[in-house]
């Protein structure tokens, strides 16, 4: 249990620094007055990437369900510190766009695991 708290705390962090590291480096290296859809745009898309493949090897190397607990609770606490790190309320925005693609990755996994334990 304890190890599953963990990963779901690391997980969640590392999708925050990147997500938000994204558009610290966005708005840094390209500033600009209009607004930048291509970079939130592009965040999402590397967020979601992220929580694909780094779930499916969680399911891979324990379990489906114990990957979806972790990336379910990881997608919520992500949802809330990017929300509360930009200032906006996204109404669980970030964690579906995070959790669709974990449960995918997730259910590929776990196919995975059970093909190769035969």
């Known amino acids: ?8 705390l690391v997980r969640a962090v590392a999708l925050t620094l990147l997500f938000l590291g ?20 592009l ?9 694909f493949g ?3 090897r969680d399911a891979v190397r324990h379990g489906w369900l114990n990957a979806l607990v972790c990336w379910t609770l990881a997608a919520v606490l992500f949802d809330v510190t990017v929300s ?3 200032g906006f309320d996204g109404g669980g925005f970030m964690a579906v766009l995070t959790l669709v693609p974990a449960a995918v990755g997730t259910l590929i996994g776990g196919l995975v695991r059970v093909v190769r334990r035969r």
């Open 1 to 8: 249990m304890l190890s599953t708290l963990l990963r779901t």
């Open 22 to 41: 994204q558009i610290w480096a966005w708005d840094t290296f390209a500033p600009s007055t209009d607004a930048n859809i291509g970079a939130g745009l």
């Open 43 to 51: 965040a999402f898309l590397v967020s979601a990437v992220v929580a």
């Open 54 to 56: 780094w779930s499916w």
């Open 84 to 86: 509360l790190a930009n």
